[in-house]
């Protein structure tokens, strides 16, 4: 993930959205938002996170959150 996030061109990007899931904790978030704004990507304040695996209902709020992200619900 940090090698894509140090690939990242910020003048090329509009806006980004975090999501993770990870292992340990939602502090990938942190990392991730970091990185983005760092490189002069605006971020989004919502995030999506899960814990581990998704679960399928994880999974259909993951679609309902992106759905939102891009103005699509």
Known sequence: MKEYLDALYG???KR???????WISKHSIDLIKKAL????IKV???YFYSKNKPTDDELKDAEKFAKKMIGDE
């Open 11 to 13: 003048n090329k990007i």
């Open 44 to 46: 989004e304040e919502e």
């Open 16 to 22: 980004a959205v975090a999501f993770s899931t990870s």
């Open 37 to 40: 704004i760092q490189k002069g």
